[in-house]
C-alpha cells in the first residue's frame, strides 16, 4: 500500500491518538502562540486540565518566553519531552495505521470549518519569496525565529501540528465529499473508512470537533488523493498549498529535517518520519473560513506628517488625498487602491492611482516602514472599533480592504509572499487545538 504520493507533496501520516476513554476536552489544548499577552487565559487552562493526561504537558506556551528565565524554561522543555515518553510508553498515545483524519470544527462566530490532516513533504516546501514550490509561505520568514523553535523540536520525539494550509477549491472536490461520505458512517468503530476518532467540546470557548478516519487505500483516501492531483493539474506553475497559519513552525520543522537528512541513508532520506510534517488542509472557500485585514495605527504619525511624506514618498503613484468614502478599496476598476485614515475625529483616504503593489496593504506597508524612527512606529491591530478606538491626532490608523479569497494564490504566485501582518484567519478561539500528534 502507498502511502506517499510525492508527486503532490503529500503523505499518509500514522497519527498518534489519545486511547478512547480519555478525557478530550482536557486533552486538547489551543496552539502555543495564542493569548500570549494573557497568562490569566493559560492560568484558565491550567485549572481546567489539573492532573489529567493533556497536550498542555507536550508543548511549551509561548506567553511564558518572555516572563521565565532560562533555566525555567529549559526545565519546562525536560518535562515536556518526560510526558511526551511517558503517555507513548503508557500507552495514553496510540498509533494508528497510514492514513487522513477528516474532521468539522464548530465555533460560536462560524457553524462548520472541514479539515483534512495529512503529511506534506518538507522537500517540496520553500519558504523563500518567488519560489515556484508545490508548498509555499504566505508571509514573509523571519529568520532569527527559527533557532529557537528547532532546539524545541530537536527534543521532542513528535510533533503537534498547529499549521493550517490552505487549497484553491472553489468546486469543493477534496475536502467536502470526503468528509460527507466518512460522517455518514459514523457509527462504524471496528477501522474500516468511517470511523470517528473524536467528537468533543473544546475547552476555553474553542467550540466542538469531530474526526473520521480513513486508512491509506481505502475509497475515500484514493478519492481525496486524485481530487488533490486535480487541482494540481489546474496550476499554472505548480503552487498546491499555501501556508495559511505556522507559517514559522513549517519553517522549523524544515530546517530540523535538513539537520538531520545529511545523516541518513539514500533510502532512510525517503521514509524517514520528519520529513513528512502533520498539518490540517483547509479549502479557502470554507464558508466557516474567515479572512479578516489587519489594520494599522501608527504612533506619533500627525496628519500633516502624513500627507507630506505620502505625497513625497507616492510622488511616482498617482497619489490623491479625498474626503472619506467611508470605506477601504482593493482593486478598484482602474487598478487604483484606497485607504482610509482616521485621526478618531475624522476619516480622509489616501487614493493611490498607480500602485507599485498589487494589495493596499503591500503599498501602505512600504510607506510606513520608510516613516520608522525613535518618534513614530507602527502596530497592527485586529478590528476596526479598536483601530478607532486608538486613534487620535497624533496616531493615525490606517484601515485596510479585506483579503479576497479569490486571488489570494495568484497573489502569492505574482508577489512571492504578502506583506507582513496582512490577514488574519478567524478569530483567536478558532485557531487548531493541539489534539493529534506524529512521531519525527
Not at 286 to 293: K, R, S, V, Y
Not at 341 to 369: C, M, N, R, W, Y
Amino acid at each position: 500500500m502507498n502511502s506517499i504520493f510525492s508527486d503532490i507533496a503529500v503523505a499518509a501520516p500514522k497519527i498518534l491518538l489519545p486511547k478512547s476513554g480519555l478525557d478530550l476536552r482536557k486533552w486538547a489544548v489551543i496552539a502555543c502562540d495564542q493569548f500570549t499577552s494573557e497568562p490569566k487565559y493559560w492560568e484558565a487552562v491550567e485549572n481546567e486540565v489539573g492532573d489529567a493526561p493533556s497536550t498542555l504537558r507536550m508543548f511549551l506556551p509561548e506567553v511564558y518566553l518572555e516572563s521565565e528565565t532560562p533555566e525555567q524554561i529549559d526545565a519546562r522543555l525536560s518535562a515536556i519531552t518526560s510526558s511526551i515518553t511517558k503517555y507513548i510508553d503508557e500507552g495514553i498515545l496510540e498509533e494508528l495505521e497510514p492514513g487522513f483524519i477528516l474532521l468539522d470544527r464548530q465555533t460560536k462566530f462560524n457553524a462548520s470549518r472541514k479539515g483534512l490532516m495529512l503529511a506534506l513533504d518538507l522537500e517540496q516546501y520553500d519558504f523563500t519569496p518567488g519560489n515556484k514550490s508545490r508548498i509555499r509561505a504566505t508571509e514573509g520568514t523571519v529568520l532569527s525565529r527559527i533557532p529557537p523553535r528547532v532546539r524545541i523540536r530537536e527534543r521532542a520525539p513528535i510533533e503537534m501540528p498547529h499549521i493550517m494550509v490552505l487549497i484553491n477549491d472553489p468546486g469543493k472536490t477534496v475536502i467536502e465529499p470526503a468528509l460527507a461520505a466518512l460522517s455518514g458512517n459514523a457509527a462504524v468503530s471496528d477501522g474500516s473508512p468511517g470511523q470517528l476518532v473524536y467528537d468533543t467540546d473544546l475547552m476555553c470557548e474553542g467550540g466542538h470537533i469531530r474526526g473520521f478516519f480513513t486508512p491509506a487505500g481505502s475509497p475515500v483516501s484514493e478519492q481525496v488523493i486524485s481530487a488533490l492531483r486535480a487541482l494540481l493539474s489546474k496550476s499554472e506553475d505548480g503552487f498546491l498549498f499555501a501556508v495559511g497559519d505556522g507559517n514559522h513552525s513549517l519553517a522549523t520543522a524544515k530546517k530540523h529535517w535538513e539537520n538531520i537528512r545529511d545523516g541518513l541513508s539514500e533510502e532512510e532520506k525517503q521514509t524517514h518520519p520528519a520529513r513528512y510534517c502533520l498539518v490540517e488542509v483547509v479549502n479557502i472557500h470554507d464558508a466557516g473560513l474567515q479572512f479578516e485585514p489587519i489594520h494599522r495605527v501608527t504612533f506619533g504619525l500627525t496628519k500633516e506628517t502624513l500627507l507630506s511624506s505620502a505625497r513625497e514618498y507616492f510622488a511616482a503613484n498617482e497619489l490623491s488625498i479625498g474626503r472619506s468614502s467611508a470605506f477601504a478599496k482593493e482593486g478598484c476598476a482602474d487598478g487604483s487602491q484606497t485607504i482610509l485614515v482616521t485621526d478618531g475625529k475624522e476619516d480622509f483616504t489616501l487614493l493611490i492611482g498607480k500602485p507599485s503593489h498589487t494589495l493596499a496593504v503591500g503599498s501602505l506597508q512600504g510607506f510606513l516602514d520608510s516613516l520608522e524612527s525613535d518618534s513614530i512606529h507602527t502596530d497592527y491591530i485586529h478590528g476596526e472599533d479598536s483601530v478607532r478606538a486608538l486613534a487620535a491626532p497624533d496616531k493615525l490608523g490606517f484601515l485596510l480592504p479585506d483579503v479576497s479569497k479569490d486571488s489570494f494564490f495568484e497573489t502569492i504566485s505574482k508577489e512571492g509572499v504578502f506583506p507582513r501582518k496582512t490577514f488574519s484567519m478567524g478569530e483567536a478561539v478558532e485557531k487548531r487545538y493541539y489534539l493529534e500528534a506524529k512521531k519525527i
